[in-house]
């Protein structure tokens, strides 16, 4: 079975504190996206990961990927409250040639507080 | 970045009614993708819409209750028939762009 599982599912950080946000997927994909959606808005594109040992950073986010232990991270370095979001990670995975097809983790609600 | 416009962004409607779902995006593709997101809950992929031949489904998904259409390359619709409450959901569709998947601003979709 296909299964994205994301943990902590509810996050409630302080300003100013690190923190990281994990996501396992249960087999072989092509790539791992990140993905923040902000309440009543759609999803807006922060990583794609490609291969093993991909680490991307923008600004306050840094995103890596082990494929062989099918392991995302996004971490989360001196938390603002603009990272306030819901983050979604989304795998494609590599079966009938459709790379449109992400199956998507359920999501970690991130709450930053003063 | 990519840029997908979707009408309407908000409907309520009545059980037993159907609502299409219109999506335009702003380069040729020969697929778009339309997805199901409900109250509170992460995003299902319902179809591939490809331009020239039918729609691939997914499971749990069938033709009767979700047509769509594809005319062109940039134009995709996704109608939800016969709907019941349990079809409130936000409904997106979505393209791949230049390194990664990009979504439209959403249809949020109310039955009563």
């Known amino acids: 079975e296909l299964k994205v599982e994301q943990n902590p599912l509810f996050l409630s950080m302080q300003e100013g504190k690190n923190y990281t946000i994990y996501c396992n997927y249960s087999?072989?994909?092509?790539?791992l996206y990140w993905y923040r959606q902000d309440p009543g808005k759609s999803l807006e594109s922060l990583f794609v990961l490609l291969s093993n040992g991909a680490v991307k950073q923008e600004g306050r986010l840094m995103a890596s990927l082990d494929t062989k232990a099918r392991l995302s991270t996004l971490h989360i370095t001196a938390a603002v409250h603009d990272l306030s979001a819901t983050y979604f990670c989304a795998v494609v995975f590599a079966y009938g040639g459709s790379q449109g097809n992400l199956i998507f983790g359920k999501g970690t609600k991130l709450s930053v507080k003063p | 970045s990519a840029v997908i416009s979707q009408k309407p962004s908000r409907d309520i409607c009545q059980r037993g009614t159907s609502l299409t779902i219109q999506c335009q995006v702003d380069s040729q593709v020969t697929m778009m993708f339309w997805y199901r997101q409900q109250p509170g809950q992460s995003l299902t992929l319902i179809a591939t819409?490809?331009?020239?031949?039918?729609?691939?489904?997914e499971s749990g998904f069938v033709i009767d209750k979700f047509p769509i259409s594809r005319p062109n390359l940039t134009f995709s619709t996704l109608t939800v028939s016969n709907m019941s409450p349990e079809d409130s959901s936000i409904y997106l569709c979505?393209?791949?762009?230049?390194?990664?998947?990009?979504f439209g601003p959403g249809t949020r979709l109310l039955v009563l």
């Open positions: 819409a490809n331009q020239g031949s039918e729609a691939t489904y």
């Open positions: 979505s393209k791949l762009g230049l390194g990664t998947q990009y």
């Open positions: 087999t072989t994909s092509d790539r």
